[in-house]
């Protein structure tokens, strides 16, 4: 006697897994309202807007440090009235709660950086210059990078970041060579 399989049908931008294809859909359906302009939604002057897309490449620039020590994922959120968020965002957003005025906009794949590229209108949303020209970079790992030398600086910070972890306390680890 054949045994019914269950399909497990996976969104590739949020990654929840759904015990169908029918849930999928329903889920995608969900997705494509939340990217509907509403009726009640202030149109913006392009003023507006690109000065609220230059607060949101600061507050990147911001999770950005230059300490090795504090790589790893950040989230970026910042209250904003629903008008900017769905002109700047309209078509990428993944999840909206209405009883709570909650948006979520999740970028996922081989295309997340020109995606943002052009959402931001800069190539350079993703990078922060220091003094003397120090320099730290949003990295999109499920994606291949544009510029693999910077996965290779990113191998080699987490290898110190490792290594430094190991030996806490030992003030010799600036002067070690690799």
């Excluded at 009726?39 to 440090?65: G, R």
């Excluded at 790992?141 to 990113?154: A, F, V």
């Excluded at 910070?157 to 490792?162: F, G, I, P, R, T």
Aim: hydrophobic share 30%; glycine share 4%; with cysteine.
């Amino acid at each position: 006697m054949p045994t019914a399989t269950l399909l497990n049908a996976r969104c590739s931008t949020c990654r929840k897994v759904f015990k169908n294809s029918k849930s999928l859909a329903r889920h995608k359906q969900y997705t494509q309202r939340y990217n509907q302009r509403h009726q009640e939604l202030d149109e913006l002057s392009d003023n507006i807007i690109a000065e609220f897309k230059q607060i949101l490449l600061t507050e990147i620039h911001k999770k950005l440090p230059l300490n090795f020590r504090s790589m790893g994922k950040k989230i970026v959120s910042i209250p904003c009235p629903e008008s900017i968020f769905f002109s700047v965002f309209g078509g990428y957003i993944h999840y909206h709660s209405y009883s709570k005025g909650i948006y979520k906009c999740i970028f996922r794949g081989h295309e997340t950086y020109q995606v943002l590229s052009t959402i931001f209108n800069s190539d350079q949303w993703g990078k922060k210059i220091y003094s003397q020209n120090q320099q730290t970079y949003v990295v999109c790992l499920d994606s291949p990078s544009q510029d693999t030398s910077i996965i290779e600086e990113i191998d080699l910070l987490e290898k110190l970041l490792q290594l430094s972890k190991k030996k806490q306390g030992n003030h010799n680890f600036y002067k070690e060579k690799f």
